[in-house]
């Protein structure tokens, strides 16, 4: 609790300075609103990330280093978490031959993208089932987003990628109530 | 509408501040120019990627080449990375610098008025009439030496003060001391004459002293009368005169009190009719007649007094205004001290009760006057809004 107020007073301090003394844009990184569908017993929750990379990504994908732009899926009931789930979208770019590998692991499936922009579809849309059948009542549905550390073995350093999202990563809630 | 008063502190906090984040800002714009010149010139350096479509003879320089792209393009987005990390690091470092050095700046700016804001406090508390303040010499050199110096200085007006608080006091008694010497005196001389003049018609001449002797004894009895009156107006001057106020019609109250003086002096009178005042009537009678005879005592015999009774706005100003010697202008602010008499014959008490009277009615006096055309007072009173007193 303490930890998340200082982490938020933290971020409003950074983009304050970043306001007053900076040119530095990055990119100001959310969710649309969680889509529920109902699929057998399954809640298949879907959706996607916006405006995550539009500025300052075209080096970064053209790095060639595995990049993972991290999921977290929390369901709580009465403030408990009772499903949680971690996965990734992940992506390399080859330049041997001259495509985009990408993995999205909640969905088990492994493809190329020849173009930046289909490759920020592809890490955008986020679409995962929920076993329902387990759970009763109302649910509070919670997706969260980030990006992890990299480090570039060529020139020895390692890099924040969060910096790119201003530090902050975006989160979509949505309350359902499973009878 | 208030105007708002900057003191100097809120003032320098102020314009450092100001000047401050303005240098910063310029200091910044300048950093940020720099910075898209550099990413100019690395979105020139990514041109690399393109060399890699170049298909080469041999699969191994091939490789070559795509390690080298690989290690060109890590690079470029290492730069990429540092460079934002500048540009969000630096800003966060500059605003923690500019936050640390503007408290640092109001400490040490505090530290150092300090000082100033307890002598401008002790100057106001001087000023006021407390002389009996010690100020801590501390801040730098410089306030150290002028709050010594204050000190001093405090001390010595303290000093001061106290001489002449003796010297006021020891003035009061001799004057009067010596207005009750004359005072005393004046009776005393006309009755031992008078005396000493019965004594000698009774053994030269005692038909003589028959005709004399009642005439005598008024002129006795008339000047202990006289002392019998300034008893008793020393005594009314030491006595306390709470007020006890009650509502009458002014104009009555000054037709009733210039009455026995309208035969032997010329009184105009101007008065408003029909107005009330609540104010105690016996002190009313009393600062009338002490005016009254004052204006009388200081004009001719064919001088004239004017006494008007005037509204102005929610008070009632009365005037009694001689055409007589006037007042010094260096005399005026002295005339309510007690035992201040510029007269042969008077104890200086008079207007001094007046003031009193006055002020136990919480009411206003003002004079005005120019040697040699007369002199105005006026007395200024609330008008009150109830019905007469039954």
Known sequence: MIGSLLYKTYLNIVSLSVLLFSNYVGNSVSFSPLSMQNVGDNIVCSAHLLNAFENDFEEIFKSGKEIRVWFEFKALNNSKIIHFEKFYHAFKWDV?????????????????????????????????????????????????????????DEINKEFDLMLLWNLKKPSVKKEINII | MKKIKFSMRVFVICLFILLYVSSMLIQNQFINKMQKEQDKILSN?????????????????????????????????????????TKIYSSLILLFLMVVSMIVFIFIFYIITKPIKELQ????????????????????????????????????????????????????????????????????????????????????????????????????????????????????????????????????????????????????????KDKRIRFDHTHFYQIMTNIIQNAIESSDEMGRIWVSLKQSH????????????????????????????????????????????????????????QIGRGTEFEIILEEAIENIDH
């Open chain 2, 121 to 272: 406090f002790a100057t106001e508390k001087i000023k006021k009439g407390d002389f009996n303040i010690f100020l801590p010499p501390r801040g730098m050199t410089e306030i150290k030496s002028l709050i010594l110096s204050f000190n001093d200085m405090s001390r010595e007006l303290e000093t001061v003060q106290q001489k002449l608080l003796v010297a006021q006091k020891e003035m009061i008694w001799k004057d009067l001391a010596r207005i009750l010497t004359h005072e005393i005196k004046n009776p005393l001389t006309p009755i031992q004459l008078t005396l000493q003049r019965l004594e000698e018609k009774h053994e030269s001449d005692p038909e003589k002293f028959e005709e004399i002797f009642y005439e005598s004894l008024e002129i006795i009895y008339q000047e202990v009368a006289n002392l019998q009156n300034l008893v008793q107006s020393f005594s009314t001057f030491a006595k306390d005169v709470p007020a006890n106020p009650s509502l009458f019609d002014p104009e009555y109250a000054v037709l009733e009190i210039i009455k026995p003086y309208q035969n032997d002096y010329h009184i105009e009178l101007d008065l408003i």
């Open chain 2, 314 to 369: 929610s008070f009632l100003v009365l005037s009694i205004r001689d055409e007589g010697k006037g007042i010094a202008h260096k005399d005026l602010s002295r005339i309510f001290e007690p035992y201040f008499t510029k007269k042969t014959k008077g104890t200086g008490l008079g207007l001094a009760l007046v003031k009193r009277l006055c002020d136990a009615n919480h009411t206003g006096i003002r004079v005005k006057s």
């Open chain 2, 45 to 85: 350096m990514a041109i690399n990627t393109e060399t890699i479509s170049i298909k080469l003879a041999s699969e191994e320089e091939q490789e070559i080449l795509n390690k080298m792209s690989n290690k060109i393009n890590q690079s470029l987005a290492g730069l990429k990375m540092i460079q934002n990390e």
């Open chain 1, 96 to 152: 041997n031959s001259r495509v985009y590998y990408v993995e999205l692991q909640e969905q088990s499936f492994t493809t190329t993208a020849k173009t930046t922009e289909e490759l920020v579809y592809l890490l955008s849309v986020v679409e995962f089932p929920f076993y329902r059948a387990k759970h009763r009542g109302n649910i509070s549905i919670e997706l969260t987003a980030y990006l992890p550390k990299i480090y570039m």
